[in-house]
């Protein structure tokens, strides 16, 4: 019997076992930063698993693995067909993941759509957690996490993510290969934490930065931050307010930050 996808929550269940074997692999101790080798053994989270096509291959590398799925209908099959996948019923946006792992894991998933962008703001929260992070999700969020700085993509997402992570774009899906087809093509992102263990600046004030930045990206710095800026700031002199958003690298945000505190 399987599971019937159900538009409220966003499922589109891959179909194609070589597309969900890549995926799997990205998380591999092969495929992972030669100096981490122990992220290639680390426990998986598996967000959505649906029917389990990309559960079937994680759960044959022997590492333990937990699904977190919210539709009640797959956690019973689930608990059926893969009797050694241990299975967390519930929403991944609302769930403490320390409670759905104690230790830190690597988090994976064909992610729905519609909260794609919210789980990666979760990732961020519990970045000390998740040092790798793999999976997929809608082509243009994908490459708009991934994209440098310059792109017309570039966002807020991109540099407060790549602020902690290094985030490779691997390879795109197309619709065919999911029931029901989505109207958008996938892609495949893989993110892995980077060296840094502080910002060196006051961490809040960078997120309202870039998010203030962002929310008026046709202005000019100095145009954009000037409620946040004060007579006699740093800021006020440094030629990193003649540009817009997307031309500044994360160093730029952190240095500009520095610069408004």
Same mark, same amino acid.
């Given at each position: ?11 589109h ?7 969900a ?13 030669? /100096? ?13 698993? $649906?029917m ?19 539709? +009640? ?20 946006l ?14 994976i ?7 794609s ?7 961020l ?9 793999? $999976? ?29 992570y ?7 899906? $197309? ?11 996938? /892609? ?26 962002? /929310? ?20 006020? +002199? ?24």
């Amino acid at each position: 019997m399987k599971v019937k996808p159900k538009k409220a929550l966003g499922q589109h269940f891959l179909n194609d076992e070589h597309i969900a074997a890549e995926i799997a692999a990205t998380v591999a101790a092969t495929n992972l930063p030669a /100096g981490h080798p122990e992220w290639g053994e680390m426990p998986v989270v598996e967000v959505g698993p $649906g029917m389990g096509v990309l559960s079937k291959y994680l759960v044959e590398t022997g590492r333990e693995v937990t699904a977190v799925e919210l539709d +009640s209908e797959s956690v019973r099959y689930l608990a059926r067909e893969y009797p050694r996948l241990r299975v967390v019923e519930g929403d991944f946006l609302r769930l403490d993941l320390r409670e759905v792992c104690d230790r830190p894991f690597a988090l994976i998933g064909n992610y729905p759509y519609n909260i794609s962008t919210q789980i990666f703001f979760k990732v961020l929260e519990n970045m000390e957690l998740i040092p790798v992070v793999a $999976g997929m999700l809608q082509k243009e969020v994908a490459q708009r996490i991934c994209s440098a700085p310059g792109s017309k993509v570039y966002g807020i997402l991109s540099v407060l993510l790549q602020a902690w992570y290094d985030c490779e774009y691997l390879f795109d899906v $197309g619709p065919h290969v999911f029931t029901p087809p989505p109207k958008v093509t996938s /892609g495949v992102l893989r993110l892995t934490r980077n060296s840094r263990t502080e910002l060196g600046c006051a961490p809040a004030l960078f997120r309202r930065v870039v998010k203030t930045a962002f /929310g008026q990206r046709r202005k000019t710095l100095r145009n954009s931050l000037a409620p946040m800026m004060r007579p006699g700031c740093a800021a006020l +002199s440094s030629p990193l307010m003649k540009e817009r958003p997307e031309r500044l690298s994360v160093e730029d945000f952190i240095e500009l930050t520095r610069q408004l505190q």
